[in-house]
C-alpha cells in the first residue's frame, strides 16, 4: 500500500485508548516526543482516562467517542484488551483515524483480514505491537547480522518462561483466555524477532498444554479471586521460514524457573545472542568457534520505550512514507501464533500462508527526542 504525505503539518495529533497498566509506558513517551501531541485519552471506565489525563497532563479525556470524534486526532492509539483491539481499531478505521494498536493484532484470522482490508479500502494506516523491534537492541542484531558477522542465518532458539503474570497484573484473567496465553501474549516479541531475521513462516509444529484449570490472582484489589485457564500454558513450537532456516521456542507460564528475554541466532560463522525482545536496549554476546567467552556487544541507537513505533508511523504519515511496524506483520505473526495453536490441537505441522513485508532498518541516530514535523 502506498500513501500520499499527509497535507496536515506540524506535531501528529494522538489519542489513546485504554487507560489501564501499559498506557503509562506508553505515555512517558508519546507525552514527551516533539513530534507528537496527545491530545485526549479514553477508556470505558472514564475515571481510568481521567486519572492518566491528570497524570500526564492530556488536555482531554473521556469515553471512546471523544477520541474517535476529534477533528485534530489523526492518530489512535489502541491499548485496550486483546478482545476489544479489534472492534476498537476497525472504530478507528471507520472515523478516518489512523491506528496504532497492541498486540494481538486480532483473536483469529478472519477478523485480522477484515480489519486489514477495511483499512486499505479507506487509505488508513495501520501500525501494530510490538514496536520493540525498532529499539537499540533488535537494530543492533540486525546490523551484526547483515554485515555477516555471524556468516549465513541458519537456526534460532528463543524461550520465555516464568510461573505467570497473575502475581503481578491486578487484572490477569484475559491473560488466560481466548487470544492470550504465553503464546499470545508474549509470541508477538520472540516471533517478531525471528521474523526480521529469517523472513516469513512457512509452517509450524507445536505441543501444548495447562497445568491447573485455574488460577488466584495475587496482587490489587481483587487480590485471592480465582479465574479459569481457558488456553494451553506451556507450548512448544517449531517453525520453518520461507529460505528453510528453523527455530525452536517455549512459551510458558509454568515454570517456577524465570528465563525471559532468551534469543539466539546461529549462522553459519557464529552464534549471537540477542537482548531481550519485549525490550528496546540491552547487550549482546557473539559467540565464535572455539572462544571460551563470547565478545560482548554493547546496543547503540534509540531505546525509547513503548511508543517509538507510534512515532515512526507519525512521521511516515507526514512524509508519505511506510512506517515500519505495519498491520500486514503484525497479521503474519497472528497467522503464525493461530497456526502454532492449531498444531496444538491436531499434533500435525500447520501451513502458514500470510507473509511479511521487510521493514526498513532504523538508522542509528534516529532522534525520537528532536522535533522533525
Ligand atoms: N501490561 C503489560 O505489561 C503489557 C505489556 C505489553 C503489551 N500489553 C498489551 O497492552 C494491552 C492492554 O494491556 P494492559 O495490561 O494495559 O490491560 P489493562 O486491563 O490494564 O487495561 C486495558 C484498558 O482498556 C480498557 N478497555 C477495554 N475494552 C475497551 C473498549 N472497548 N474501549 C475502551 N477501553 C477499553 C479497560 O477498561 C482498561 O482500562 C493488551 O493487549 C496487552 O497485551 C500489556
Redesign the pocket.
Known sequence: MSFAPSTRKGPVGVAV???????K?YLENLTVFPDLKVLVI????VE?AEARAKEYGIPEFGA?ELALNHPDVEIIVN???????V??ATAAVNAGKHVWT???FSLDRESGLGLLKAADAAGIRLGT?PDTFLGAGLQTARRIIERGDIGTPLTGMTTFQTPGPESW???PA??FQHG?GPLF?MGPYYLTALIQTFGSIRKVAAVGSSAKATRVIGSGPKAGEEFAVEVPTHVSAMAQFEGGQSSHSVFSFESPRLRMGFVEITGSEATLSLPDP?YFDGELKLWRPGAEEPEIIPATGPANG?GLGVLDMARALRAGTPHRATGDLAYHVLDSMVSIAESVESGSFVDVISNAPASAAVPEDWAPETATL
Open positions: 485508548i485504554g487507560a489501564g497498566n501499559i498506557s509506558q479514553a477508556d470505558l471506565f481510568a471512546p491499548l485496550t484488551i486483546p478482545a476489544a483491539h472492534e476498537v497492541e498486540k494481538p505491537a497484573h491486578p487484572n484475559f491473560l492470550a501474549d519485549n513503548r
